[in-house]
Each structure stands twice: as C-alpha cells, then as structure tokens.
C-alpha cells in the first residue's frame, strides 16, 4: 500500500488502468483503557474510471475499518491525468490517516 507513482506534473500518453475490486474490512481490538479520540473522514470518490470508499468507526470496543475500491479497465485520455493523480492521492492520503486513541478517565 505503498503511494502511486504519478508524479510527473503533465502527461503526453494516455494511461492504461487494470480493472481491479477489493473489499476489506479490518477490526481492531482496542487495548484496554484506550479510546478513540480521532477518526479520519468517511471518504467515498466516484469518477469514470474507478470509485473507492473508506468508513472508520469504533464498535464494541473495536476499532472497524472498511475500504472498497473498483478500478474500470480502460485507456484514460492524457488530458484526464490530473483526475487521476487526484484520485490516487486522496485513495493513498486517506489509507494513511492515523486513528488517535487517548487514556480513558472513566
């Protein structure tokens, strides 16, 4: 789950985009005398070439997080390049969002 190479800042050819779907869905137990304090955003993208959501919430003492994403196969235009760096980098942005736990005072 490394970050995706589109760096460059422009493009001349298209890019060509595998079709892929994943569903994942990872638990948590919370230690005890910890609580979340933070979560990141739920996220939910939709674009011609693929979608991807992301839900975090905690639940009997388990921290649930859950990710969907589906890439279309297909050539996209050069023209479309920045769409695509954004989508990437809001996909690798939000499977790095740290979760904050705290000290319970109960």
Do not use: N
Not at 19 to 48: A, N
Not at 64 to 92: N, W
Request: contains cysteine.
């Amino acid at each position: 789950r490394s970050g995706f190479a589109l760096t460059s800042q422009t493009r001349q050819s298209p890019i060509w985009l595998d079709s892929i779907s994943i569903e994942e869905t990872s638990r948590f137990i919370l230690p005890v005398g910890f609580e979340v304090d933070e979560l990141p955003e739920d996220v939910k993208l939709e674009t011609v070439f693929g979608k991807y959501e992301a839900t975090f919430e905690v639940r009997d003492q388990q921290l649930i997080c859950t990710r969907k994403r589906m890439l279309r196969s297909g050539l996209i235009p050069a023209q479309d390049y920045e769409a695509v760096q954004d989508f990437f980098h809001a996909v690798t942005l939000t499977e790095g969002s740290p979760v904050v736990l705290v000290r319970s005072v109960r």
